[in-house]
């Protein structure tokens, strides 16, 4: 059984960069990709941005790319770094481990307990 845990939010000025962390327990079998979603109050689970645990391929969400990057250290960490934050951003944020690199809530099926972040001023 994976766990995942993120860390990296808090409370953030608008303007300023984050990079937030999720490390796995393991990385099973069936586990070849990890992802971000994100969720704000009153809206749906958004996906940003997934890699894949091998060689590292990235899929980046459109309305995200330009302000969020997702890297990966080893098979069993990735970050990923929010630059320009708005208050827009403000969100719990999500790390997920699946079978593929997807935009698809769906092919994750290990989901971390989030981690908020709040931008304000």
């Known amino acids: 059984q994976v766990t995942l845990v993120e860390s990296g939010g808090g409370l953030v000025q608008p303007g300023n960069s984050l990079r937030l962390s999720c490390v796995a327990s393991q990385r099973t079998f069936n586990m070849y990709a990890m992802a971000w979603f994100r969720q704000a109050p009153g809206k749906e689970r958004e996906f940003l941005a997934a890699?894949?645990?091998?060689?590292?391929?990235t899929y980046v969400s459109p309305s995200a790319q330009g302000r969020f990057a997702i890297s990966k250290d080893g098979e069993t960490t990735v970050y990923l770094r929010i630059d320009s934050l708005q208050p827009e951003d403000t969100a719990v944020y999500f790390c997920?481990?699946?079978?593929?690199?997807?935009?698809?809530?769906?092919?994750?099926?290990?989901w971390g307990r989030g981690t908020q972040v709040t931008v304000s001023a």
């Open positions: 890699i894949g645990l091998n060689a590292g391929r």
């Open positions: 997920a481990s699946g079978t593929a690199v997807s935009a698809t809530a769906d092919h994750y099926d290990t």
